[in-house]
């Protein structure tokens, strides 16, 4: 018998590609799988007793409110249900299953299993928000000692962990900033945010959801924020500064202090989107740099899955001075007992329902519970090794580059671009991507407008062995080589997916598109 | 501790192969990577944390022992409502939703994630049924984010500036339509009727104006109370110009008429009811839905899925539909913002409607209406006890009254605490003008017995 | 936008074959994803006041008894252990995702994911079986319960829940079969057990085990068991008759309670093996034919999940007369308490450790209990159903024939056969199986000797609709096509899985196979 | 329930689907497939059986209501061993073991299945590994089978018909070998030192003769009792012409030496401790492991699983080694029989294995040690208390005896159950002749305050 394992590396030492295939199962739409009056599950009847003393409650309902006709919902049982969405399942790349460095920003590391049994425990899962305190000490205590935790890595002095996202968060941090100016009687001159071009998307958006007009910064020739252009935006119409460092070059700014003081000393607050601080925990915090709003993202540094998209926790941290207009309520313990104080009157108000995704909150304290001090900075330096290592190896890769501060470390993440590689092939950065999902992995371009032409985002964090990493640089070098010779393998791409080429005309056609199966089944009747 | 420890979670934690990257790079430490640090910005000592876990079996005694301190809803029998719910969650819901291909995905391609965009696009499907609406966004946050931008919304289509807001709309979703709107609509509460606890339609005639971007009423209400004029609403909205938004628990949907049939153009709601566990609170997920008409889905933040072709003939393809309006498409010239949000909820929510189909949401919200009555009935031959307090038709809540029972609700239901029960919500503090009174809740969870228990408790307590 | 469901099916109406592909991960062997001191997990440690206490415990250990070489497993961090087996398992067609009537005579029905949540929750799976039994009335409720209904179902009066699976179940009626002649003072002249060519390969094996010599019983023509060269077998030697009605060709034996009269009067035992007896539920029992013993496989009938094999459950029930010979211990009530009976001093001891596996009891029960009468009937009846139209379309496969009583309807599974389809193409039934896995199903031939030539046996059980059913046969019908227009897509099968075609010397021969890792090193080296 | 019921998991009891086949095979009931089924078998009612719990809610409640009622060994701290022993299992065991793939896989194909071909002969791998041995089966019921077994392998090897056992092997071991090698082998056992518990290596040799087939023992013990001269108890065997059988918890094995290396050619044992909960004892599977010889391998029931190529280079691919020597082979002529097993705690175990390594093996070793090292110290301090009674090293376990307190371990375990501490098991019925003893257990999961409450509880209960 041949030795097998001789196989997996070629000539050069490099990994051979894996043979690789996504689950394809052709699954068709949940409502095609219907037959008439099978049942999924069965609804525990009330006892006969009960209906015969309430009588015909739906003729007592009020006529115009008894609904017609019932809902035309698939009628399925339960095995074809649960086979539908397991097959589904298999044609989704969740980052338990691939080397998912390749989605920047979002910070994918390791979702530790232990947690998700913690949370779906009824001890938590099967508790109601209107309990009692003395009922819920359990979970109170969780959230207290979490946010004891994060004032610690942030140097801030209170958090609110009810925004349901980074997003959220950004937006409570507007509408702080807002009510902040607002007490101090200034709310109708200052008007302005400034942010920065390479910011998040939210950061802009949010603070202009909470009624402020945006001034962002263009990046400088080094990829920093322009302080020059800094210096002519701000002014005392200037509300907030909405900033993050690093941005998503994975640069570090190391002037960040002087733009807080600047800001400052024209009046405004300044917020750090810490959205994902992976790099930098135990090493830097918003405290030093002077911040008065921070966030972070709980579905990234601190490892809560992701979900498909949420939930999430994006918990935001003020200093003291803010600490009285932070979301009701907040978490109090008097060192007997742990309660939530409602008693907050100059607060924004709710950010979201009750007190947040508790869920993600009591993964996060496990996560920063099984690390400690030293291990949080262990892995905020192994997610940079990580990084460099892999920014090396894919600039070794011929038409790739990591634009900007040139010899310059990068913490947690970098930008990428392939336009060289364009240029030469006419191949692009997506069509890069869409190949690279061919071996099993995901990757990711960059949020609009692209500042930087045909980008690509990678961000390895502490998660992946290195012999990982070289599986991913190996894809991405093979997608690149097979643009030089064997374009049309790429722009056929994906081969090994479940689905091929989506045709997008029709999501942006209203004659055409269908967001629901019902909007569908008229559009084709047409 | 002083041996290195190499953590589980960091593989390149390994001294060899740590070193062996390092020399890659030809750097000595990992510190180098952090030159660009200024000193002055270094936390120069180590964080000040309490001791690590570091065994799982260790990790998983403290959470627990932590978690068991709480007293939950399977070892209590709970009356609680008002926003989060106590439903049956089918054992099939939890088994998809902790599946790591979902649980662990993010953001991927239609291509390697096309289970995610066919199952988010069926749960959008599936709610489309339930609430007789063309277009479900893939949820937001939860019904509180839902109620705010389905304001901002209307006021964006209309140019309007103020919203009219039913006085019995829950308080969380109304404190944050307050901060959220802020900054462009003023919100003005509806007064509502002392007997039936409905929307006053005279007060609403009188402050309606051509200012008004949208009424937004909640159906059944935060009190449990079924408004029967929905077409009237909407009607005098209609004339006025304005937009009908209306919130709704969608498992009323399968006994209750649609928002959308009684006019309503934008809907809102949570999908928490429908397969999520409660969670302290954390299991909601923000429905919004219209009508398929572009001037309505050009202001969704939120993503939408649309069906599509591919190269391969009968095969579907999934993508975002006018992906341009969003934040991630626009920044701040998109519509609000876009981000993270519940698609793990939406995705359970879809389950749930797969698993109920058409019949399971008829007979749960018929057993929860005989229930409910049932609850009613029996509470309202108690002595003292107003039950309901409001003349109207109610739907799994209900409020009661304890003011001729000498008793506060707090004492009442430190009381049934004693005897394992969690009573209704005490509304005193909320509802102030209600007196003294709790917000029961009944689901298809509880049956004859739980209720008489709670009776019985009651009884006994204000006898 | 064209219509993408009407792609569904083909012009005939019938359903287009899905374009599926397994989850190929080409993962490495799991020693291949060691690096050396990664750690999946750390263990909890003593306090230092502890250690202080004992001192080197290591060095106290008496030397010989002292590792020198640490075991050779892998290094591994945790993300890979799980992302390496997570692959795998896609790697895994488990029936909750696939049409699984191709493993006939497994019952391969649904598994509720509900009854996995009660087996799964600590007040089951952190029960020792030594606790006193005032802590476990709860478990020893639902077992005794258990066996009321299993009673009920057989007509017998004891059951036994220990054997860890039908085999067992069979090895210990052997040896109560054994137990009961010796008690007899006739275990010396009664030493044959009598079974059938189409009993499972378990029944005359067990036996054996158990010390008895095997006497098998040819099918007749129409594919009963002979009962002429019964009469002719059976004697004062006969300690015991195993018989399975139906047998693997689904045709149940009208006959059966002759058999079992006639062994009866020579003093034979007769045991029913109804592992399976998943199509006559409340239909006929094994009291009303005569049974002295039979057992029913919780993992088929009772709907616990297979578990790639196991752990499993064989109930084995016995008349009044067999009940002191059961396995120790078996669960008594007494109106108030449950309790475990260890008092038994004829029983053949022990089968199993402790009590069986209790897991799938809990399972079971949930099934019964979710179901009850009407419902196990319904589930019997539902699963004749479909075998019969299940039989009839394959029928209509050219070259597809059910041998045996032909015009006979069957109960829940049959034995088919490809021989003409064999003799026309050369394809064979194993080739044919390997062609469907492509399809994302499974297939099985038959247990040896293959009786019936190019056998293939299916199973559909009540969890599958008609349209999968449907499915399954377009599969087959496919296979059977190629077998004639294109040879060489179905001999060099499978295109679809996770690995290709495999050699199989290797594994017969002493100087390659391979048995673990080290042994493949050794062999590679040389 | 006069209406009828569609099943949930019985899609064709809708009506409509099931009328539709009855039509397509002409048929007008199903009453007709059993039509050869003869008057007299037929039950002629319907089965007498408890009322169903048809909702998924209801029968939850039900199963968890019975369930509840036990006291479990995460409420209570447990020294209970014997056989089932509470380790930490870590969440990924159970995350591997209940994805639908794993868990409801059968028989499938090399090709269909080869993650479980893949999964289990890693296992077998892995397991190689902690017993330094060439050959591993896929795991049988339990150790109890794979000790039986194992005698059956040595006598049909050499034709002898004779097992000498040690006194100290686990009761039910013992029991099943009784029974079940009955018909070709007598089982006789071995004294043992009274001082140390250890086998009586003279004993041993007057006991053996030509006729011994094998000697078995378990290393560690029953009692906890760690066996030092197996090495000369192998070579006694070997002198004999007799396999040496040894039974082993591998838990022991990143500390203790593996029987291959002390002389044994046949190992046995158990891998519920590694990562597989005790589930009231039905968390087993049964090890049986050799040198890689053909003498031994052609002796197994079990499936042995092989590695080989495929059609594509360097793609593994997994089947059965000498498939024919089975009983699925050749009937009654193959060795024993084979059947569903324990595949899924196997593959478990596999998973243990990759995430101890050989660090978390010897550490979890160590640990064990420390702390059963501190318990018998801390117990062997009670007046009237001998711990250990057996003057060896112990692993995991060791026998308490308290004549001298004037208490049984009834009494004793009683009194330490309502302090919710699980005391050592009851050694009175099954060894005798050790008094009045309790055999106890402690793992890495015991901390020190655990011991000392044990401690302190039996001092208060004794004093
Ligand atoms: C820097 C930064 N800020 C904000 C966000 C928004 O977070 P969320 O998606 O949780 O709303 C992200 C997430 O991608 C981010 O990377
Ligand atoms: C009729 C029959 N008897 C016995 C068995 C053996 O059962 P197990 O595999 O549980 O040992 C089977 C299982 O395939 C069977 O079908």
Not at chain 1, 179 to 198: F, M, N, Q, V
Not at chain 1, 291 to 303: Q, R
Not at chain 1, 306 to 317: D, F, Q, S, T
């Amino acid at each position: 018998m041949e030795n097998i394992a001789k196989h997996r590396v070629n000539e050069k030492g490099e990994p051979n590609l894996r043979r690789y295939h996504q689950a394809r199962w052709d699954e068709p739409i949940i409502f095609e799988l219907s037959n008439k009056d099978e049942r999924g599950i069965l609804i525990p009847e009330a006892s006969q007793e009960l209906k015969d003393e309430v009588g015909d409650v739906m003729a007592a309902l009020p006529k115009s409110m008894r609904r017609n006709k019932p809902p035309a919902l698939p009628e399925i049982s339960q095995p074809q249900v649960l086979r539908h969405y397991v097959r589904l399942s298999q044609e989704t790349l969740g980052a338990d299953f691939n080397i998912d460095v390749g989605q920047g920003t979002c910070t994918m590391k390791y979702s530790p299993k232990i947690h998700e049994d913690l949370a779906r425990c009824p001890e938590f899962a099967a508790l109601h928000p209107l309990q009692d305190e003395s009922t819920v000490q359990g979970i109170l205590a969780i959230m207290y000692n979490f946010e004891q935790i994060l004032k610690e890595i942030s140097g801030l002095d209170r958090f609110s962990l009810q925004p349901g996202a980074g997003s959220g968060a950004i937006y409570g941090s507007a509408s702080i900033i807002r009510k902040y100016h607002e007490l101090r009687g200034e709310s109708a001159t200052r008007d302005e945010i400034i942010t920065t071009s390479y910011s998040h998307p939210s950061d802009p958006a949010c603070a202009k959801v909470a009624g402020f007009k945006i001034v962002t910064l263009p990046p400088d020739k080094d990829g920093y924020p322009d302080f020059e252009a800094f210096k002519a935006a701000v002014s005392e119409r200037t509300a907030g500064l909405h900033m993050t460092n690093p941005e998503d070059t994975g640069i570090y700014n190391p002037d960040i202090s002087d733009f807080v003081d600047l800001a400052h000393k024209k009046g405004a607050l300044c917020f750090y989107d810490q959205a994902n601080a992976n790099g930098i925990l135990g090493i830097t915090r918003a405290r030093e740099a002077g911040f008065d709003l921070c966030h972070f993202n709980l579905h990234k540094t601190f490892s809560t899955p992701h979900g498909c998209g949420g939930p999430a926790v994006g918990a935001l941290g003020v200093t003291k001075e803010l600490e009285h207009l932070l979301p009701v309520p907040v978490v109090e313990f008097d060192g007997e007992k742990y309660s939530l104080n409602w008693d907050m009157p100059d607060s924004i108000g709710k950010i979201r329902a009750f007190y947040g995704v508790i869920g993600a909150v009591v993964k996060a304290y496990s996560w920063a519970m099984s690390l400690g001090a030293n291990g949080m900075k262990t892995a905020a330096e192994i997610a940079v090794l990580n990084n460099n290592y892999l920014m090396k190896k894919i600039c070794e890769i011929p038409g790739a580059t990591a634009p900007y501060a040139e010899g310059k470390w990068r913490i947690e993440q970098v930008r990428y671009s392939w336009e060289n590689l364009t240029k030469e092939t006419g191949i692009t950065s997506e069509q890069i991507g869409i190949r690279a999902a061919d071996f099993g992995v995901h990757y990711w371009t960059s949020h609009h407008p692209w500042t930087i032409p045909e980008p690509f985002t990678l961000e390895p964090t502490e998660s992946y062995t290195k012999a990982e990493l070289d599986e991913y640089i190996a894809i991405i070098r093979n997608a690149a080589t097979e643009a030089r010779n064997d374009p049309e393998t790429v722009k056929n791409a994906p081969h090994n997916c479940p689905i091929h080429h989506v045709h997008h005309d029709p999501l942006d056609d209203p004659a055409q598109w269908a967001i629901t199966w019902r909007s569908y089944q008229k559009k084709m009747e047409k | 501790m002083s041996k290195e420890i190499v953590y589980p979670y960091i593989p390149n934690s390994a001294p060899d192969v740590k070193a062996a990257m390092l020399k890659d790079l030809g750097v000595s430490s990992v510190e180098e990577f952090y030159e660009d640090v200024p000193e002055k910005l270094r936390l120069k000592r180590t964080m000040d944390l309490p001791a690590p876990h570091l065994s799982e079996h260790e990790l998983k005694k403290h959470v627990m022992g932590l978690l068991k301190k709480n007293s939950d809803c399977t070892e209590f029998s709970s009356f609680l409502g008002g926003g989060c719910y106590q439903h049956h969650v089918p054992a099939i819901c939890d088994e998809v939703n902790r599946r790591g291909e979902f649980l662990t995905a993010y953001a991927g391609e239609p291509y390697d994630d096309h289970g995610r965009f066919q199952t988010l696009w069926e749960y959008a499907s599936m709610m489309g049924e339930l609430l007789n609406m063309d277009v479900v966004n893939i949820p937001t946050y939860d019904w509180t984010q839902a109620a705010a931008t389905s304001c901002r919304m209307a006021a964006r289509m209309n140019g309007r500036n103020e919203i009219l807001v039913a006085s019995t709309v829950g308080p969380d979703r109304h404190s944050k339509i307050l901060d959220y709107c802020k900054p462009e609509l003023r919100i003005k509460t509806l007064d509502r009727d002392h007997k039936t606890g409905q929307i006053d339609l005279d007060a609403l005639q009188q402050a309606i104006s051509e200012n008004t971007a949208a009424i937004y009423f909640e159906n059944p209400s935060y009190l449990g109370i079924i408004e029967d004029m929905g077409q009237e609403i909407s009607r005098i909205a209609r004339d006025n110009g304005a937009e009908c938004i209306v919130g709704v628990d969608p498992i009323s949907l399968g006994v209750l008429t649609p928002p959308a049939d009684y006019g309503a153009t934008i809907v809102c709601g949570d999908v928490q009811t429908l397969g999520i566990h409660m969670q302290y609170g954390g299991g909601n997920g923000g429905i919004i839905a219209t009508h398929d008409d572009e001037r309505y889905i050009k202001e969704y933040p939120s993503r939408l899925f649309g069906i599509s072709t591919t190269d391969v003939k009968g095969e579907y393809g999934f993508g975002d539909v006018l992906y341009d309006r969003t934040s991630f498409g626009a920044r701040e010239e998109g519509k609000e913002f876009v981000g993270t949000a519940s698609a793990l909820w939406g995705l359970t929510a879809g389950v749930y409607m797969a698993l109920m189909g058409p019949k399971g949401m008829q007979e749960i919200g018929e057993g929860i209406l005989q229930r409910v009555n049932y609850a009613i009935l029996k509470l309202s031959e108690l002595p003292g006890v107003k039950a309901p307090a409001f003349s109207s038709s109610h739907f799994k809540e209900f409020v009661v009254n304890f003011d001729d029972t000498g008793r506060t609700v707090a004492e009442i239901n430190k009381a049934l605490r004693e005897k394992r029960i969690f009573g209704g919500s005490d509304l005193s503090q909320i509802f102030p003008e209600l007196g003294n009174s709790a917000l029961f809740c009944v689901t298809e969870i509880q049956n004859k017995e739980d209720i008489d228990q709670l009776v019985n408790a009651i009884a006994e307590i204000v006898k």
